[in-house]
């Protein structure tokens, strides 16, 4: 209620709570009301109950807006948003406007992934709000992990993450001796490829999470792996002669702008380019 105008909302217990909340705080707070197409995560997957709890905020709770009703697609069950998809949403939405006998100002089709629609020009008309993160951060979800190549419009560089090379070194790539697990418990799977010239940055899972993942900007390198506080890659195919206290740039995917940001000793430089 202090920080912000808006929440998502889909337990009536909150709801009650952000209640008291706004009448402490003199305040009035604004809700989006959630319902579960089928990704499985946050919403009421009962209809009726969420054209009941919606009437109720209407009439029961005079500090809390009823702003609208909205849906979360992709993020866990990976389910895919879809026309069909809006549409039920946006049918929701008229059985609660006839309920509260007024229209909702917002009804919410979902995040990043739902952004497809309006790109191919399929998004029903009644949906008139996305909450969109990583396309607008990274623009990269849809381009590569989706395949939509017309999508240059989103830029895909505004995000870059800096780390140094604090060794370089000719290893085997066959780890020697009796195999047991890793620092995270997992059993990898290596390939021989003899020996090679391979670099260790100042960066690890605990900074970004998956490292494999990681887009290395440096021509001809690769990741291979690493630990909590390092990241191990191959550099005998760069061009550039890596050595130590050389830095290397990537871009991000979501995971890794989700972990990097979160740390407190990882330094963010925020620069500002005026575009003509």
Known sequence: VALCETSLQSEWPTLLALEEECLRQNKTHRVIVMTDLGDLREGFWDKKELVDVCERVERDLPHVHLAGIGVNLTCYGS??????????????????????????????????????????????????????????LLGKDLQVDWGIRDMDYLRMDALTLRAEVVEVKDKPTYPIGEFAIDAFGRKPVYEDRGVRRR?????????????ESLIPREQGLTVIGGSSDHCIVDVEDCPRLLAVGDVVEFSLCYSHMLYATARSDMRINFKHTQEE
């Open 199 to 211: 670099a260790i940055l100042a960066l690890g899972r605990a900074d970004v999470g998956e490292l």
């Open 79 to 136: 389910t895919k948003p879809t026309p069909e998809k809006m549409n039920e949403l946006v049918g929701l939405a008229r059985q609660v406007e006839q309920r509260i006998g007024r229209k909702l100002e917002i009804v919410s089709g979902g995040a990043t992934s739902s952004f497809t629609l309006v790109h191919w020009g399929t998004m029903p008309a009644g949906v008139n709000h996305l909450r969109i993160g990583e396309a607008i």
